[in-house]
């Protein structure tokens, strides 16, 4: 049984910096892709990073490139999210998920979004102003 589980969202102001965990059980290919995505009250499902290949391609929505680093702890099969320089317009709860290699295009193609077979519970990120 594949489980998701996130963490590390919270509350922090404009400008500051949060890391997401996303441990992985009962799923250990290494070549998949894991990756992010925020859905904001009121708005669609949008990517925002991923990483496939053993941890070596990675992908970025284009709004957080420069502020937002994906990586991956193979052997812990865990996935973070570095964020840093935070926005109001990040405020959003965030999910990981897990699908094969070609499904990282998902972050930037929402045509991929399907592909996903695993999907964890989401943790919540609010930036105040």
């Known amino acids: 049984q594949v489980q998701l589980v996130a963490s590390g969202g919270g509350s922090v102001q404009a400008g500051g910096s949060l890391r997401l965990s996303c441990i992985a059980s009962?799923?250990?290919?290494?070549?998949?892709?894991m990756a992010w995505f925020r859905q904001a009250p009121g708005k669609e499902r949008e990517g925002v990073a991923g990483?496939?290949?053993?941890?070596?391609?990675?992908y970025y929505a284009d709004f957080v490139k420069g502020r937002f680093t994906i990586s991956q702890d193979i052997a812990k099969n865990t996935l973070y999210l570095q964020m840093n320089s935070l926005k109001p317009e990040d405020t959003a709860m965030y999910y990981c998920a897990a699908g094969p290699s070609w499904s990282c295009r998902a972050v930037n193609d929402t045509a991929y979004y399907s592909d996903f077979n695993y999907w964890g519970q989401g943790t919540q990120v609010t930036v105040s102003s």
């Open positions: 009962g799923y250990t290919d290494s070549r998949s892709c």
């Open positions: 990483i496939s290949n053993g941890a070596v391609t990675t």
